[in-house]
């Protein structure tokens, strides 16, 4: 299967009571493994991508000519769609002219009146492309980027303002942060999301900082609409741990141990593994 935009994966995922998770991907190795685990899992997937991870990987065309290639030439034949996180006003657009099937709009950080303003316009750029659209009200907590939150819980009421405005899926801050999760977290504000839902119907919602969340939260987040989970962290924690120990046991130093491939490969099975353990939990394997 070609790339497709988010928006059909995550309808039928509300009405299947599940979620579809965002993976963020920062290089070959990234994702390539993502993909490879939800061809294995039989899951759509979403790979995220940031305005940084963007740049690192040289660019947005960059990233569209590795995913496309890595689903042609591995035979992914699951729902991929690749979708701009936490985008900027500008950023959404060169995505767009990238190729990219879905994009994310952030605006958040501006007065609801902007923010529903730039959105209006970022939908009917998109939907003209059919480019599926992510909008956010209350700001995720944590860092992205660059950019610093503190965890606001969204205005159901600027909820279904956003919602009006014909986006595909909808990121509400209910408490939730990017990054690990600091001691004495109150955890999810789950009377504002079940809110949120009575305000913006079978919208599907997105839940930003996937990573420390409990299951228990994570499943009944997925009862109340929750349609999309990103996961970012926990990839990133795996993957740096697994390659620490690969080089503190010092098998860089036997034989051609030094070999990238070789340095990478237990980090890119970490990644793997994480990857299935989440589609699990979120009850998206078997649903492609």
Not at 48 to 62: H, I, L, Q, T
Not at 140 to 152: A, L, P, Q, R, S
Request: aromatic fraction near 6%; proline fraction near 3%.
């Amino acid at each position: 299967m070609a790339l497709v935009s988010a928006t059909e994966m995550l309808n039928k995922a509300v009405a299947g009571h599940y979620a579809v998770g965002q993976f963020n991907i920062n290089n070959l190795e990234w994702t390539k493994a993502i993909l490879e685990t939800a061809q294995e899992c039989n899951s759509p997937v979403i790979l995220g991508v940031s305005e940084g991870a963007g740049k690192y990987m040289g660019g947005y065309d960059v990233i569209m000519g590795m995913v496309n290639g890595l689903i042609k030439d591995q035979n992914i034949t699951v729902p991929v769609a690749v979708h701009l996180d936490h985008g900027s006003y500008d950023h959404c657009y060169k995505c767009m002219e990238a190729g990219f099937p879905s994009v994310m709009f952030d605006g958040s950080h501006y007065s609801i009146e902007e923010n529903i303003e730039k959105t209006k316009e970022i939908v009917a750029a998109a939907h003209a492309k059919g480019i599926s659209v992510e909008a956010e009200v209350g700001s995720i907590g944590g860092e992205e980027d660059g950019v610093v939150g503190m965890g606001e819980c969204a205005d159901p009421a600027q909820c279904k303002m956003i919602a009006d405005l014909g986006i595909d899926f909808l990121a509400a801050g209910i408490g939730n942060i990017h990054g690990k999760y600091p001691e004495g977290w109150k955890g999810l504000q789950f009377d504002v999301l079940a809110n949120i839902q009575k305000e913006t119907g079978t919208l599907p919602l997105v839940l930003h900082g996937g990573t420390g969340i409990p299951d228990d939260m994570i499943k009944e987040a997925i009862s109340l609409g929750v349609a999309k989970i990103n996961v970012n962290t926990e990839c990133q924690l795996v993957f740096a741990e697994a390659t620490r120990k690969y080089i503190e046991e010092g098998k860089d130093l036997v034989g051609k141990g030094f070999d990238p491939r070789k340095v990478l490969a237990p980090g890119y099975a970490a990644i793997k593994a994480k990857v299935k353990e989440k589609m699990e939990l979120f009850g998206s394997v078997g649903q492609a």
